[in-house]
């Protein structure tokens, strides 16, 4: 595998080479993940990072997104009563 340092412009976008990108044809769409200190390019419609990893690493991934929505509102002992489920 290369690795290549790439930067972003001054409107912050990151400009990819043929050369760079390889057998990419015109048009290809990416998603772009961020994993840890990493961004990922993955073509769209392609397997995700779900498909590849493993139930642990998915644990662990879901455990940082939940941590990362700490400190919420939440939702009130009112709206989660089983009288008011029914309403």
């Known amino acids: 595998m290369s690795k290549t340092i790439l930067e972003t412009d001054t409107e912050g976008s990151l400009r990819l ?3 760079q990108l390889g ?3 015109a ?3 990416f ?3 961020r994993e840890g200190d990493k961004i ?3 073509p769209a419609g392609g397997a995700s990072r779900w498909d590849s990893s493993t139930p642990e690493e998915r644990a662990e991934e879901f455990r940082r997104w939940a941590l990362s929505h700490r400190g919420g509102p ?3 002992d009112e709206a ?3 009288e008011s489920i029914y309403d």
Request: hydrophobic fraction near 40%; charge should be neutral.
């Open 80 to 82: 989660i009563s089983r």
């Open 74 to 76: 939440g939702l009130s």
């Open 23 to 25: 057998d990419v044809g």
């Open 40 to 42: 990922v390019l993955r």
């Open 31 to 33: 998603v772009v993940e």
């Open 17 to 19: 080479t043929q050369e």
């Open 27 to 29: 048009h290809a769409r």
